[in-house]
């Protein structure tokens, strides 16, 4: 499917001033949306949108720090450095802002619970983890900087919907040729985001993106490793760093992201342009939208495990019954999932034969789920080895199961959690307690659901970060 074909798919709402035309420059045309969108211009779908996933950002991202990942990244830039002007989330610590952006970047993704694109499926999309590189980006500026909840607010949906434009722009390609779209274009989302907290001019703006598209940059070859969540982190860092140094005057080639696009095989800058004046008028964020993360792993395995758990819920057998156990899903909708047999929890996170065999054992798939003790168990090695993955040239994802007593059969659609099929207010409540239970407390848990509720209310984004220290 075509970035043009794609974006006919998308809701059109509230058209805003600040519209790319065919004779601007890309650099150009991010500016005039980074700088020129006010919050008047803003859908109220958009906002809602927003604050769900700012909300489930920030609970994942306290979370992770009791990951491994999220530990040496703390313990690396923020434990033993001279403090600063930025919270470290979960945490007592501050930091500088930049170092702060790098490792709330790094424990929101540290457990691949945090939200995605709904149209990421490998097949016409691949567009990444948008909030864990433009929220910390955001709030490390704006907590340095001063600035109000409304702007955060702007600054955070601007980034979102740069990201997503560019990850249209690209499409599957990046992760097909082995780059993570996450880093590649949520440093220049987070950069974008954090020129609005500090009202860059908008004529620093395109200087801004050739420093932020010089540090965008991020493997997939490292999926399964800590490294994939650094990815989110040095993403929103770039963000702050770029935004920070162009405001002092520091140089760069105002051309330097177009390039940026079409060494990454791109489009050209015709069709670049038709995609960025969306902008404004097309909200990604609304449509598809972002999905929030009912399973702490890959979202490519998502679809899959849902159709398991339908399956489940339906027939009665139990996992030592099953012979065989295919998964039937289009080709390159488990394009990231490269591990078959996993050996670490990181690992198996990433791979469809562990997902689906824990599910299988377990009846369920839980942030416990993912130790590298749980993948290693032989029970659940000996059931990995009855999955099977087929193909199929209908998008959705079928699951069967061949046991002694017949064949069983489930199929699903859309993923749990996607804006189509969502999380309920109550269940996204419950999965944010479940992540701050124990490092934040109770009482202020409770207030920061509301603080993010009233989001645009805040006079000072501060006591959204004075919140998420821990306890």
């Given at each position: 499917m075509s970035p043009q074909t794609k974006l006919k798919?998308?809701?059109?709402?509230?058209?805003?001033?600040?519209?790319?035309?065919?004779?601007?420059?890309?650099?150009?045309?991010l500016a005039a949306f980074s700088t020129g969108l006010s919050f008047k211009d803003l859908p109220v779908e958009a906002i809602q949108a927003a604050k769900r996933s700012i909300l489930d950002t920030l609970a994942v991202s306290v979370a992770g720090t009791r990951s491994r990942t999220g530990q040496s990244a703390i313990n690396a830039f923020a434990a033993n450095g001279a403090g600063g002007s930025a919270t470290v989330m979960g945490t007592k610590l501050m930091a500088h802002p930049s170092l702060a952006a790098l490792v709330n970047g790094t424990l929101g993704h540290a457990l691949d619970f945090?939200?995605?694109?709904?149209?990421?499926?490998?097949v016409v999309a691949w567009r990444g983890h948008p909030s864990v590189c433009v929220l910390p980006a955001v709030l490390a500026a704006g907590e340095s900087e001063g600035?109000?909840?409304?702007?955060?607010?702007?600054?955070?949906?601007?980034?979102?919907?740069?990201?997503?434009?560019?990850?249209?722009?690209?499409?599957?390609?990046?992760?097909?040729?082995?780059?993570?779209?996450?880093?590649?274009?949520?440093?220049?989302?987070?950069?974008?985001?954090?020129?609005?907290?500090?009202?860059?001019?908008?004529?620093?703006?395109?200087?801004?993106?050739?420093?932020?598209?010089?540090?965008?940059?991020?493997l997939a070859r490292n999926f399964g490793t800590d490294t994939k969540p650094f990815h989110a982190g040095i993403a929103a860092q770039g963000g702050v760093q770029s935004a920070l140094l162009a405001r002092e005057g520091f140089g760069a080639n105002a051309e330097a992201v177009g390039d940026f696009i079409r060494i990454h095989s791109g489009p050209g800058e015709a069709q670049t342009l038709e995609v960025l004046g969306t902008l404004g008028k097309v909200w990604d964020i609304v449509a598809p939208g972002l999905s929030i993360k009912?399973?702490?792993?890959?979202?490519?395995?998502?679809?899959?495990?849902?159709?398991?758990?339908m399956l489940l819920a339906k027939e009665r057998f139990a996992a030592a019954d099953v012979e065989t156990f295919t998964i039937r899903i289009q080709p390159?909708?488990?394009?990231?999932?490269?591990?078959?047999?996993?050996?670490?929890?990181?690992?198996?996170?990433?791979?469809?034969?562990?997902?689906?065999?824990?599910?299988?054992?377990?009846?369920?798939?839980?942030?416990?789920?993912?130790?590298?003790?749980?993948?290693?168990?032989?029970?659940?090695?000996?059931?990995?080895?009855?999955?099977?993955?087929?193909?199929?040239?209908?998008?959705?994802?079928?699951?069967?199961?061949?046991?002694?007593?017949?064949?069983h059969r489930a199929a699903a659609s859309i993923v749990r959690g996607d804006p189509a099929n969502p999380l309920s207010r109550d269940e996204l409540l419950q999965k944010c307690y479940q992540c701050l239970d124990g490092i934040v407390a109770t009482e202020r848990i409770d207030r920061l659901v509301d603080a993010v509720d009233r989001l645009e209310q805040l006079p000072d984004i501060r006591v959204l970060s004075e919140l998420l220290r821990a306890a």
């Open positions: 798919a998308q809701s059109e709402l509230t058209p805003s001033a600040v519209v790319a035309n065919s004779t601007t420059r890309v650099a150009d045309a945090d939200d995605v694109w709904a149209d990421d499926d490998g600035c109000d909840g409304a702007t955060a607010l702007l600054a955070y949906i601007i980034g979102v919907e740069i990201a997503g434009k560019l990850g249209t722009v690209f499409g599957p390609h990046l992760g097909r040729a082995g780059f993570h779209p996450t880093a590649i274009v949520g440093t220049l989302g987070a950069a974008a985001a954090v020129a609005r907290v500090i009202k860059m001019e908008p004529k620093r703006v395109p200087i801004m993106l050739g420093i932020a598209a010089t540090e965008a940059s991020g009912k399973y702490p792993c890959c979202r490519f395995g998502h679809l899959p495990l849902d159709a398991t758990f390159g909708a488990d394009t990231a999932l490269i591990y078959k047999q996993p050996d670490t929890g990181l690992e198996g996170k990433f791979s469809m034969e562990y997902a689906l065999g824990a599910a299988l054992l377990d009846g369920g798939v839980t942030l416990a789920s993912f130790t590298d003790a749980m993948v290693r168990r032989p029970e659940v090695r000996a059931i990995m080895q009855r999955v099977r993955t087929e193909y199929k040239s209908e998008p959705g994802a079928e699951a069967v199961a061949r046991t002694s007593g017949g064949e």
